[in-house]
């Protein structure tokens, strides 16, 4: 209970007292027992008596005054300065006064460096920070500064209670990440925050302090102090014991952050040390420890949080403190986190420095990906936003909307919808539209929207796509503020015409810019917990199911059932128990499993229609069924929900990679690395740039994929396919056996060196390994590439060996595809694994057929075409040929598409 | 009532003959001036915040919802005649403001009532109040746990009088441009100490040692008269004044 107010500070070690042996203090070490004995059965004294006596003490309380404050007692003392709690004397006002000791008086640039920092500090107006009142010099030229006085102590003191209240901590330190996020955005960097720098106030609520003027106040340890650095060890930045201070970037204080939030869940700063400077030795040269390495069994996504804050490379950190209070914030309520588990980027650019010139193709390869997201802020910079930072408040400035059919901001419908929203803005009173003028390529995060609203000085920025739909316009806006990205308002709907954009948005935008900041949240979004229980059954389910392995998914699929039980309007646990149960029929192609994926996203959608996880599982489930077309629909609206969201334009490029429109798909890929701090679809792209016929591109892709993802064997599955192609079958076989050592049970690189010796018509070998592959999956297993259905290429196998059943499996295998084409008929890759089987079946006008449906479908790989020995009754036809130069032809335009 | 409502009340009345509890009571005999009455309980529970959200926090809830109870009991207590049901045949402000603690918290009802009334209304104060008068009160961890809630109760009430006069004889000092004289010698206050040095005291003040002995003693003196007289604000009648720091010594030693 002595936690939050000053109620009852209970101490663990405390000293009778000399008298009476009691150990209840109040305080100027005073025994409350001997008061209270003290004051029994006596006689009234005289008050006069008292002030006589006084007045012979020669000592003016005028010794006792700092400016125009009544000094009424120390409250603290460090290295450089003294703290007090003292009364304004007019107001009566009690604030905490904090006096500069060393200062050296005869240095007037000093003093007025002092100035300038403590009235910019004084300047910040945010509830968690602590407010600064007054800036002076006492008499004698001692600077000091006067703030609001803060009841409850220090994060100092409140971390032992915290300890196992994770969920008080998170929401504690959400707070102070967006109060440090203001002052970012204000131009001033903390530089040293520490637990004993975050006060508390009666309410517990967190008060940032010292914002910017750790230099000036208490500084550690001689040692630190000879070698400059700012800040406390333990806390600071690995950069700020390097750096100069004018280069520091927010990044140092995002350090600060992760360090209390792990100093808040272990007990200690993530690096001890004899000394200062061992401290600060290990934090520039040794990877902070991870949180369960310390705390076995604790939050995967909060150890994820941390370490990203802790990543000794600062543009490896989340980019802005508000970025690592959304995350914060989304844990908080059971929303999946936006950090990724691992950290590649440290990695690759401790590789970059061995391989400087292969690094300079991969980035050069990445460019879209790599340059776009990394901001470097300079306090210059930061500066220069504040100065700019008088955002009219009900100004809101409009971005060209972009056009979803056309990939275009230029198209008619985009520039229709732009201005009938930027007209209809103007045309409202109380409000200041304009259209942006800055050309920021496909905007979606923070810093996009700050330097759109910073060039226009708005205070909003509004953003939008259309797309046909249904013989209609669909029309998605967002609402973003400018100076915290946030998203505060969205719409979508299909409204008659352009004009009625206008009409419908105006009142929703203009309520928006009434809203005062705090309220700015996106209040539409529903579908988290407030269940801790159920929240952490949704935690262990997605930890279970990033681990990409079949034994770890069943775990995550209980874990997310129980979790919608405990708490059955848990939208984002029902999308995620969707996506799961998908991933379990991918191997399985099993039907419950889509069809408990089928309630559980109706249940999410139901809870939560604007949920975009809910639209993207749904698309997943099409997808899975073979209905590519069907599935754009769903992707496009959850990317038209979360344009931020890379998984959506992830997955939107993958529909079109499989509808054929590998150029597209391209398009949104690249749209995907640029949301992403990492190429996390480098081997996709590199799919996209094999089917393309450019190996080069592929492979400088794969090489990527192998450095970001060394988890999965994506990288050695697409090189050894290349190698397939190219007929290095040698090569491609040894690829793929060193992989299969390191990645000993993972089935796609198993079907791809099954498909290898296939191909290359090894037919001994490749039989083992089907049969191998068979034994997971008899009926329904097929190659996630090249689309070979094992039960299909056995049989062709035997057919050419024993010929005893080999023509009953062909069969089999043929019924099994009609089977799914009754469901899915423009399935393109199940239209040609129909064909192979036609072919191999020789019946070679069924297979033609089949060929020409699934080319009209989106089919591409012309070359799985001309490697796939079932293909071989069909191979000499003309049709054939003529499929096989269509496709060559058409991927060659797309390539030329594509590489422009 | 609310914090700003308190501050008119006179900032010492501190006659013996009408105690702030003596007032309250008169009113619920229909005698006194109900106005009166409301603002002298309101000074009263102003004081006394402490023993009941130290209570409330010590029968097993959370800080902030200690801080809602505290918030509602408060309201309750002066808004309704929660003190005269809670005992009929009257007695200490401490002992009735703890029962009728007692029974708001055993009743659901009230409870979640109050706290919907309450809404945005707030008598406690906490920043402000915690700011002007910050408590140094601390108590072994070992007994923290070990005190029942009634005990702790009474012995943060203890800690609450003797705080409050040691700022009123803080102030008085301060009054006198002589704060800095009681932050010297404030230590002192309680019993004779092996380890005073006059000496170094006279060094500091720059007054005789004799000078030093004089205050320490008359601050003793006026520290005493402060405490029976804040103790007093909270008893009936000034006989009752012994009776009730008898009590509050007992808590302390107890077991």
């Not at chain 2, 320490?216 to 008893?235: F, G, I």
Request: charged share 25%; net charge neutral.
């Amino acid at each position: 209970m002595n936690n939050i107010s000053d109620c009852m500070r209970i101490e663990s070690d405390v000293t009778p007292c000399e008298q009476c042996g009691s150990a209840s203090k109040i305080g100027r070490g005073l025994c409350l027992n001997c008061l209270l004995h003290r004051c029994l059965d006596a006689n009234s004294g005289n008050a006069e008596n008292l002030y006589e006596a006084l007045n012979e003490v020669d000592v003016r309380d005028a010794d006792w005054r700092i400016g125009n404050y009544q000094i009424l007692e120390e409250i603290g003392r460090g290295g450089m300065g003294v703290i007090y709690r003292a009364r304004q004397r007019h107001s009566r006002r009690i604030v905490a006064l904090k006096r500069i000791l060393s200062y050296q008086a005869d240095s007037q640039e000093t003093l007025i460096r002092f100035r300038r920092e403590a009235e910019a500090a004084a300047s910040l107006d945010h509830p968690n920070i602590l407010p600064i009142y007054e800036v002076s010099e006492s008499e004698e030229g001692l600077p000091f500064f006067s703030m609001k006085f803060a009841t409850s102590g220090s994060l100092l003191d409140l971390a032992p209670a915290l300890r196992n209240e994770s969920l008080r901590s998170v929401a504690l330190m959400a707070k102070v990440a967006r109060a440090v996020q203001y002052a970012h955005f204000q131009g001033i960097l903390h530089r040293d925050l520490k637990p004993g720098n975050v006060l508390l106030d009666g309410r517990g609520e967190p008060l940032v302090s010292d914002f910017g003027l750790a230099k000036w106040l208490d500084i550690s340890s001689d040692l630190t102090r000879t070698l400059t650095i700012f800040g406390t060890p333990g806390y600071i930045a690995p950069e700020q014991a390097q750096r100069s201070a004018a280069n520091l970037t927010p990044a140092a204080d995002i350090y600060s952050l992760g360090a209390i939030l792990f100093d808040l869940f272990t007990g200690r700063p993530p690096f001890l040390g004899e000394h200062a400077l061992a401290v600060i030795q290990q934090a520039s040269e040794k990877p902070a420890p991870k949180l369960r390495s310390l705390l076995p069994g604790f939050d995967r996504d909060l150890e994820i949080i941390c370490s990203k804050c802790l990543e000794r490379e600062p543009r490896a950190r989340y980019r802005f403190a508000d970025d690592l209070a959304e995350d914060l914030e989304r844990w908080l309520e059971g929303r999946p986190i936006i950090a990724r588990p691992v950290s590649p980027p440290v990695r690759i650019w401790r590789w970059s420095k061995r391989n400087p010139k292969l690094a300079g193709s991969l980035a050069a390869a990445f460019v879209l990906g790599m340059v776009g997201v990394i901001a470097v802020f300079t306090n210059s910079r930061l500066s220069s936003i504040v100065q700019n930072a008088e955002l009219a408040r009900h100004s809101v400035v409009v971005t060209p909307f972009e056009d979803l059919d056309e990939l275009s901001t230029s198209s008619n419908s985009a520039k229709a919808a732009t201005s009938a929203l930027t007209t209809a803005l103007m045309q409202t009173n109380g409000i200041r539209a304009s259209s942006s003028k800055t050309q920021v390529v496909d905007p979606w995060s923070t810093e996009d929207w700050k330097k759109i609203g910073e060039s226009a000085t708005a205070r909003m920025v509004i953003s939008g796509t259309v797309r046909r739909r249904e013989g209609k316009q669909r029309v998605a806006i967002h609402v973003i503020d400018t100076a915290s990205g946030k998203v505060v308002s969205r719409w979508l709907g299909d409204p008659e015409s352009a004009g009625e954009i206008g009409k419908v948005l105006v009142k929703q935008i203009s309520e928006a810019l009434d809203r005062p900041p705090a309220n700015e949240v996106d209040s539409d979004l529903v579908g988290g917990t407030s269940d801790p229980s159920a929240r952490s059954y949704y935690e262990r389910g997605k930890e279970f199911f990033f681990r990409h392995n079949f034994a770890d998914l069943d775990r995550a699929i209980d874990s997310l059932r129980t979790a919608v039980r405990l708490d059955t309007n848990y939208a984002y646990a029902y999308a995620l128990l969707a996506t799961a149960c998908q991933l379990k029929s991918l191997l399985n192609a099993d039907g419950p499993w889509l069809k408990e994926a089928d309630g559980a996203i109706a249940k999410a959608l139901s809870i939560a229609p604007m949920l975009a996880e809910g639209y993207d599982a749904r698309a997943g489930n099409s997808l899975y069924r073979g209905r590519a077309r069907e599935s754009l629909d769903d992707f496009l609206t959850a990317y038209e929900l979360e344009p931020g969201n890379s998984r959506a334009c992830a997955r939107l490029a993958h529909g079109y990679h499989v509808l054929g429109r590998a150029d597209w798909s391209m398009f949104w890929y690249a749209k995907a690395t640029r949301r992403e701090t990492q190429p996390f679809y480098a081997d996709n792209i590199g799919d996209i740039w094999t089917d393309l016929g450019e190996y080069n591109k592929a492979e400088e892709a794969y090489n990527t994929a192998a450095i970001f993802q060394p988890d999965l064997p994506v990288s050695a599955i697409g090189l050894s396919r290349i190698e397939l192609f190219r007929g290095e079958f040698d090569k491609a076989r040894a690829r793929c056996e060193q992989a299969r050592e390191k990645y000993r049970s993972n089935p796609q690189l198993l079907m791809i060196a099954a498909q290898i010796e296939f191909f290359s018509r090894n037919f001994g070998r490749a039989e083992q390994l089907y049969a191998e592959l068979m034994k997971g999956d008899h009926a329904g297993g097929v190659d996630y590439h090249g689309s070979v259905r094992f039960l299909s290429a056995t049989g062709f196998i035997h057919a050419m060996i024993v010929t005893a059943d080999g023509k009953a499996l062909l069969n089999e295998a043929r019924t099994l595809d009609q089977k799914e084409l009754t469901t899915a008929p423009d399935n393109p890759a199940r239209l040609y694994s129909l064909a192979a089987n036609y072919a191999a079946l020789d019946d070679e006008i069924s297979s033609l057929n089949a060929l020409e449906s699934a080319i009209a479908a989106g089919w591409i790989d012309y070359r799985s075409m001309t490697l796939d020995p079932r293909f071989d009754a069909v191979r000499a036809t003309s049709r054939f040929e003529q499929a096989v130069a269509n496709l060559q032809q058409a991927t060659r335009q797309m390539a030329d598409r594509t590489g422009k | 009532m609310t914090p700003e409502a308190v501050g008119k009340v006179p900032r010492r009345p501190d006659r013996f003959a009408t105690t702030r509890w003596s007032v309250v009571l008169a009113c619920g005999d229909s005698q006194g001036d109900e106005e009166m009455a409301r603002n002298a309980l309101a000074e009263l529970c102003k004081t006394y915040w402490r023993p009941v959200f130290a209570f409330i926090c010590r029968n097993g809830h959370s800080v902030p919802d200690a801080q809602d109870l505290t918030q509602d009991f408060f309201l309750m207590v002066l808004e309704g005649d929660i003190l005269k049901r809670a005992d009929p045949n009257r007695g200490r402000f401490r002992s009735l403001l703890l029962k009728a603690l007692q029974n708001c918290l055993a009743n659901d009802n009230i409870r979640k009532r109050a706290h919907k009334r309450g809404g945005d209304m707030k008598f406690v104060s906490w920043d402000e109040w915690m700011a002007e008068a910050p408590s140094h009160f601390s108590i072994p961890k070992l007994e923290s746990e070990n005190w029942p809630a009634e005990r702790i109760f009474d012995v943060r009430w203890a800690a609450t009088a003797a705080e409050h006069a040691l700022r009123q004889l803080g102030e008085e000092c301060e009054a006198r441009g002589r704060r800095r004289v009681f932050d010297v010698l404030g230590d002192y206050l309680a019993a004779e100490r092996q380890d005073v040095s006059y000496q170094k005291l006279s060094k500091t003040l720059g007054v005789p040692e004799a000078s030093v002995k004089r205050i320490v003693h008359e601050l003793r003196v006026r520290y005493r008269d402060l405490l029976r007289a804040e103790v007093a604000q909270t008893v009936e009648k000034p006989e009752d004044v012994d009776e009730e720091l008898r009590y509050l010594c007992a808590a302390l030693a107890a077991g």
